[in-house]
């Protein structure tokens, strides 16, 4: 990064410090950085004297005006950043517990599909901000399929429990050069090696490791459904059909330590990231892509809205969206969240246990529980797409309160996975969002 004494402050009133990051190995291709003030945008020049070098470092002869890999937002003390756009059209934000973790990106094209995958990229960047008000930054893509302008309005809030929220709004212009089949809108990337759900997998010593451990939608048709991530056996694409989605985001709903016990990169501290549309999307659907990982180095888990139809070369589409970054999204309390999710062996305990047989348990948690017994009716609705249902039953958590407990097992042969629904209701009613897994029996 370049030196604290050579900072930019954007903005009459300075509040927004910025640094930038040097080329390198992983970052070849040069970005360039405007300063815009008073409706004038003035270029930062790299020269190598922005940098410190060991003696004798060859980065100490590269010719002045070459550019720079992106750059990075400061805390108003320089101390500590909370926001980079760093390679392609990669952004991320530290978010509310200032640690990294899953990146956002401008845009995806032909993600998951059996050709390669096309990254467009970033290549100029505009800075600009008024007196007390948001970070603007222009930036302008570049790809074989498409160009575009994107306008990010970013603000840094903080609420009452002093926990930060970073909050972006989007407008995306872009224009297609060529056909486009598979247009990936708001796109994210991150990291899911195992969970609770997933210990068989557990080839460290940490008893969780994962960025984000569930995909939330709030559908259009008001729906409110939560998939919990996979690291699956081979490939998949899972495609949720919708209109008009209300929103969508890769969430770390598991914020307790002792289900990590990692104090080098606290796993519990990343950032969760909610879309929220600001205009009508029309029919599409959103597309959670999960590849197979051995270690946690990679990002494995691709999220993004893909709406119908081709982008036909010489079309132009605009997309307006909010972005944040945050501990948790903004939904209402009106139907109890899915927080934990747990496999193992079907049958009972003392007894021989059934082959081919899976137990799953699945936690909610919310105020639609308040006061709720054993007698009160509530009722557990379980859909697999294949095999066949054995005991199921709910209840309340002892000693947990608003607490409530889902149980069911599966019996499923063969490898093809099985998408199982599941939810709690009363008097015909949900009283929690709607559960989807995806189960692999051959695992």
């Known amino acids: 990064m370049s030196r604290r004494d050579r900072s930019l402050f954007v903005g009459r009133d300075r509040r927004h410090p910025v640094q930038l990051f040097h080329m390198g190995k992983n970052f070849q291709q040069p970005v360039h950085v405007y300063v815009v ?90 800075l600009s901000g008024g007196s007390r008000g948001p970070l603007i930054v222009y930036a302008l893509l570049e790809s074989p399929s498409v160009t575009g302008a994107y306008r990010f309005a970013i603000e840094r809030l903080t609420d009452s429990r002093e926990v930060h929220r970073v909050v972006m709004d989007i407008e995306a212009r872009l224009f297609a050069r060529k056909d486009i089949t598979r247009l990936g809108v708001a796109p994210f990337s991150s990291m899911f090696w195992y969970g609770e759900q997933s210990r068989k997998q557990a080839a460290d010593w940490r008893p ?50 002792v289900h990590y016990l990692d104090d080098g990169v606290f796993y519990e501290r990343r950032a969760s990231t909610w879309v929220e549309p600001q205009d009508d999307w029309g029919d599409g659907a959103v597309h959670l892509l999960e590849i197979p990982t051995d270690d946690e180095i990679h990002d494995n888990i691709a999220v993004y809205w893909c709406p119908a139809g081709v982008f036909k070369a010489g079309e132009q589409r605009t997309y307006r969206y909010r972005l944040s970054w945050l501990d948790d999204i903004p939904f209402p309390d009106a139907l109890a969240r899915a927080t934990n999710t747990w496999t193992g062996l079907g049958g009972r305990p003392g007894t021989k246990r059934p082959a081919g047989v899976r137990k799953f348990v699945i936690d909610f948690q919310g105020p639609p529980f308040a006061g709720l017994g054993r007698e009160d009716g509530v009722e557990l609705v379980v859909t697999p797409s294949r ?56 695992d």
């Open 37 to 126: 003030d008073e409706g004038e945008a003035r270029e930062v020049l790299y020269t190598a004297q922005i940098f410190d070098f060991p003696s004798g470092h060859p980065a100490r002869e590269l010719p002045d005006g070459l550019g720079f890999a992106g750059f990075r937002v400061m805390a108003e003390n320089l101390d500590t950043d909370w926001l980079a756009f760093l390679g392609a059209s990669y952004f991320r934000s530290s978010g509310p517990f200032n640690q990294y973790g899953l990146s956002a990106r401008g845009l995806a094209i032909d993600t998951g599909l059996p050709t390669p995958e096309e990254f467009p990229r970033f290549t100029e960047f505009y």
């Open 387 to 442: 095999g066949k249902l054995g005991t199921a039953y709910n209840h309340p958590v002892v000693d947990q309160r608003e607490r409530w407990r889902a149980v069911f097992d599966l019996e499923a042969q063969g490898p093809e996975p099985v998408d199982i629904r599941a939810y709690l209701r009363r008097n015909g009613r949900a009283l929690t969002e709607t559960w989807i897994y995806q189960y692999f029996p051959e």
């Open 208 to 257: 969780e490791i994962h960025d984000s451990d569930g995909l939330a939608l709030y559908l259009g048709n008001g729906e409110r459904v939560w998939r919990p991530l996979n690291n699956p056996p081979s490939v998949m694409t899972n495609a949720f059909q919708d209109r008009n989605p209300r929103g969508f985001g890769l969430l770390q709903r598991d914020r307790d330590f």
